[in-house]
């Protein structure tokens, strides 16, 4: 139903975004989509360009009188760190990076590929989730991520709300909901920026307020899981994704390991555990959506690894771009706009209709039927 696609270089003179499926009659609050990409700037390890950026987008179309129409959706934003022109041709790709395949698949420079690859596009895709979050919290929906790891620093596995999410971690330099852990993170990041070394981790998104049967069993392309792990996968230094307890569950008995059902008139068909993190074969079953996703270090070292000047052929140290030492912070903003987007588009899918209200009447009486 959702369609997006992006534009645009990191030191471009715009990035742009476009998507398309987005049904009328819902209020666009371009304050909400602005904090959200001045959200994604924020978090201890950022580089120097957060310091020159205040990201924000403007509506190229699909608005009216700050109200959706149906038509494409456009978002704009303009780089103040336009210099792409005057910017160097690198010979010596870092490992880790998109350098070599890149410019090898391409037959073109570096420059082409970093420009392209790098995490400055995901600024588009949390705009296209701002839009998306603002159509589910419309259905009752909402979500909010925190990041439960950072090199060797671990926040204990734990059941934790949406709204806890977002007190606990609002202030948190790392968005880490507990102060302990926050400030081993911290200590973590601190040591690699003085060894000129960077830090990969792993955030937590959870989703509440989802129906029972959205995604199916059917075909393996509409399994709403794998939907979910296939977007979360193409974010910059993803590297895993787990749902629910994910690779846990390999060490227990299936006792231990799946969600009884129980039945209350109030509620409906409803599980008091959540180890499948909201999905049964390929469908929510109405329990919060659990994802994490682990990203690797950041491939561009102040301290850079050996690699091969690909003019010369010989063995040099890689090149050094400006960068992040820590970008799992900012990483759990991006995963909520992606998992946004994928919950939106298959919510969609499943209530379909072209305007806010025809969607919420078919949403009424599915809700009816599936607690009847």
Known sequence: MLKYITTGESHGHY???ILEGFPSGLPLDLDFINGELRRRQGGYGRGDRQKIETDGVE????????????APLGFLLTNKDFKIEEMPELFRPRPG???????????????????RSSARETSMRV?????????????????????????????????ITVEEIRKLSKDSPVRCVCKKTEKAMMQGIARAI???????????????????????????????????????MSQQSAKAVEIGDGVDLARHFGSESHDEIFFGKARGY??????????????????????????????TLKKPLVSVNMKTKKIEKADFERS??????????????????????????????DSIRE??????????????
């Open 15 to 17: 990035m742009a975004a």
């Open 59 to 70: 509506i190229m179309g699909g608005v009216i009188k700050k109200v959706t129409t149906g």
């Open 97 to 115: 990076h998109a350098d070599l395949a890149g410019s090898l698949k391409y037959d073109q420079g570096i420059r082409a590929v970093l420009e």
């Open 127 to 159: 705009a296209v989730g701002a839009a998306c979050k603002l159509l589910l919290k419309t259905f009752g929906i909402d979500l909010a991520a925190h990041v439960v790891q950072i090199g060797s620093a671990v926040l204990p596995r734990q059941d």
């Open 194 to 232: 003085k060894g000129g070394n960077t830090l990969g981790g792993k955030y937590e998104v959870r989703a509440t307020g989802l129906p029972i049967g959205l995604g199916s069993y059917v075909h393996f392309e509409r399994k709403l899981d794998a939907r979910l792990a296939m977007i979360l």
């Open 270 to 299: 409803f599980h008091k555990t959540n180890r499948a993190g909201g999905f049964e074969g390929g469908m929510t079953n109405g329990a919060d959506v659990i994802a994490r996703l682990t990203m690797k270090p950041i491939a």
């Open 324 to 353: 992040d030492v820590c970008a799992v912070p900012a990483g759990s903003v991006i995963g909520e706009a992606l998992v946004a987007y994928v919950l939106a588009d298959a919510f969609l899918e499943k209530f379909g209709g």
């Open 359 to 372: 969607i919420r009447r078919n949403y009424e009486g599915y809700l009816k039927h599936i607690r009847a």
